[in-house]
């Protein structure tokens, strides 16, 4: 299926300038297949030109995708995640489809392939957004500017030197995406009982990863899965993991309430054979008025959070958390 049908319910060469108007009319997420780009007059073309190579590249070496040019303007929170909603930021003047597609072939290397073009002009004026669809390529890894990018939980982002060594090899690795949400606040004798959900999804529609494997670590804090105390860590391994049947599951952290007024740390660390390790990591504030019951919003007690994360862009700035890992 192709990424435009599956994100707006019609083929790329059917959209209409008012279906991005409805599309966005609610807030929408980047995702790892998904890209905004809001269009201003400042600065210069060229450069902006650049920017939109660098993410065609990005997804070319990864699973495809779509990237919008002309979105609303992008909200970033503290882990670099964009968010768009609103008015659609076009263009003003006319630009040309073959043309762009040809400075897209003439800048990456090899010359790609699998690539769409869709300018959607606003009624009879010159106003248009362009959307631009990738497959993923078959002839990774590919580079612009002398650099390799990949597309990295939502993000474009200079691709590891052993990710673009495993695509010339022709290795190719699922994608897989972790993560875990607070949903639950109970109490048991002096301590504080916290129920989450743990995800790990493999991406990837046509590649099952082998011997998957999620660990959690919490601190301070007990672990309990299915009533078995696993003291701060748990591992945790699936066989064969397929795009149609994540692994869900759910586990508890008791904190003693003489720890309440430290921060809750949370690391999850997945992988598996074919593809590399990533880490998401989660501080969560229980020194404030915890509300027994379900959750509905865990952003009231979550401090930071940082998703899917290749280990060395994560122990890079934070030997605080290497520390306190160290410490346990």
Same mark, same amino acid.
């Given at each position: 299926?192709?990424?435009?049908?599956?994100?707006?319910?019609?083929?790329?060469?059917?959209?209409?300038?008012?279906?991005?108007?409805?599309?966005?009319?609610?807030?929408?997420?980047?995702?790892?297949?998904?890209?905004?780009?809001?269009?201003?007059?400042?600065?210069?073309?060229?450069?902006?030109?650049?920017?939109?190579?660098?993410?065609?590249?990005?997804?070319?070496?990864?699973?495809?995708?779509?990237?919008?040019?002309?979105?609303?303007?992008?909200?970033?929170?503290?882990?670099?995640?964009?968010?768009?909603?609103?008015?659609?930021?076009?263009?003003?003047?006319?630009?040309?489809?073959?043309?762009?597609?040809?400075?897209?072939?003439?800048?990456?290397?090899?010359?790609?392939?699998?690539?769409?073009?869709?300018?959607?002009?606003?009624?009879?004026?010159?106003?248009?957004?362009?959307?631009?669809?990738?497959?993923?390529?078959?002839?990774?890894?590919?580079?612009?500017?002398?650099?390799?990018?990949?597309?990295?939980?939502?993000?474009?982002? %200079?691709?590891?030197?052993?990710?673009?060594?495993?695509? %010339?090899?022709?290795?190719?690795?699922?994608?897989?995406?972790?993560?875990?949400?607070?949903?639950?606040?109970?109490?048991?004798?002096?301590?504080?009982?916290?129920?989450?959900?743990?995800?790990?999804?493999?991406?990837?529609?046509?590649?099952?990863?082998?011997?998957?494997?999620?660990?959690?670590?919490?601190?301070?804090?007990?672990?309990?899965?299915?009533?078995?105390?696993?003291?701060?860590?748990?591992?945790?391994?699936?066989?064969?993991?397929?795009?149609?049947?994540?692994?869900?599951?759910?586990?508890?952290?008791?904190?003693?309430?003489?720890?309440?007024?430290?921060?809750?740390?949370?690391?999850?660390?997945?992988?598996?054979?074919?593809?590399?390790?990533?880490?998401?990591?989660?501080?969560?504030?229980?020194?404030?008025?915890?509300?027994?019951?379900?959750?509905?919003?865990?952003?009231?007690?979550?401090?930071?959070?940082?998703?899917?994360?290749?280990?060395?862009?994560?122990?890079?700035?934070?030997?605080?958390?290497?520390?306190?890992?160290?410490?346990?």
């Amino acid at each position: 299926m192709k990424y435009s049908v599956a994100i707006f319910g019609k083929d790329l060469y059917n959209l209409t300038y008012e279906d991005l108007e409805r599309f966005f009319s609610s807030e929408k997420e980047e995702t790892l297949n998904l890209e905004f780009k809001s269009f201003n007059n400042q600065g210069s073309y060229k450069d902006k030109e650049k920017v939109i190579f660098k993410s065609v590249c990005a997804l070319l070496n990864s699973e495809g995708g779509i990237i919008i040019w002309g979105a609303p303007s992008e909200t970033k929170d503290a882990n670099g995640n964009a968010k768009a909603t609103g008015a659609l930021t076009p263009f003003d003047e006319g630009l040309d489809r073959d043309k762009l597609i040809n400075k897209i072939s003439s800048n990456i290397i090899p010359m790609p392939i699998g690539i769409r073009v869709m300018p959607l002009k606003n009624g009879d004026s010159n106003n248009a957004v362009i959307v631009i669809e990738v497959d993923k390529s078959i002839d990774r890894p590919h580079q612009f500017d002398n650099r390799y990018f990949l597309r990295l939980d939502g993000q474009t982002r %200079i691709a590891p030197h052993y990710l673009i060594k495993a695509l %010339i090899q022709g290795k190719d690795f699922p994608v897989l995406r972790g993560h875990i949400k607070l949903r639950r606040i109970t109490t048991s004798a002096n301590s504080v009982v916290l129920t989450f959900t743990k995800l790990l999804f493999n991406t990837s529609q046509f590649n099952n990863e082998i011997n998957a494997f999620i660990s959690i670590i919490a601190y301070p804090g007990d672990i309990v899965v299915n009533r078995t105390n696993y003291n701060n860590r748990n591992d945790d391994t699936v066989p064969i993991l397929t795009h149609g049947r994540p692994l869900l599951s759910h586990f508890d952290v008791i904190v003693s309430s003489k720890d309440l007024n430290k921060p809750l740390t949370i690391g999850l660390q997945f992988g598996g054979e074919k593809s590399p390790s990533k880490i998401s990591s989660y501080v969560y504030n229980l020194n404030t008025h915890l509300a027994i019951g379900d959750v509905v919003n865990e952003e009231i007690y979550l401090t930071k959070k940082s998703e899917n994360e290749l280990p060395s862009e994560k122990m890079s700035g934070d030997e605080d958390t290497i520390k306190t890992l160290l410490s346990m």
